[in-house]
């Protein structure tokens, strides 16, 4: 599987962005997916999970209130709607994929990776 992750950029404290990711599979809804974030000297974090159908959703704390992940499999696409952007928010956005019927939140288990997209707030 292949992910090309897009829709990154430099925006204003406070602006929203919506990050996309294309998956390269004709199985895209036997695929749990994830984003998560690397800013720079940190570890990879999870930011969001969404399980095989949408039902199933995870948020990290930092994000939770401010960000929606969902999913098009007819498109083979997961999304991740973030708003009210902080500078905190900076990092390189990755998206990633299992073939998981359950929402997976641990870095660890994905099996996919896509290239990052670069996400960058300015105060």
């Known amino acids: 599987v292949q992910l090309q992750a897009s829709g990154g950029g430099l925006v204003q404290a406070g602006a929203s962005l919506t990050l996309s990711c294309a998956a390269s599979t004709r199985s895209f809804s036997s695929y749990s997916m994830g984003w998560f974030r690397q800013a720079p000297g940190k570890e990879r974090e999870i930011v969001a999970a969404?399980?095989?159908?949408?039902?199933?959703?995870y948020y990290a704390d930092s994000v939770k209130g401010r960000s929606t992940i969902s999913r098009n499999n007819a498109q083979n696409t997961v999304y991740l709607q973030m708003n009210s952007l902080r500078v905190e928010d900076t990092a390189v956005y990755y998206c990633?994929?299992?073939?998981?019927?359950?929402?997976?939140?641990?870095?660890?288990?994905?099996?996919?990776w896509g290239q990052g997209t670069e996400v960058t707030v300015s105060s």
């Open positions: 969404i399980n095989w159908s949408g039902a199933s959703l």
């Open positions: 990633a994929a299992k073939m998981e019927k359950s929402i997976v939140v641990s870095k660890n288990e994905y099996h996919y």
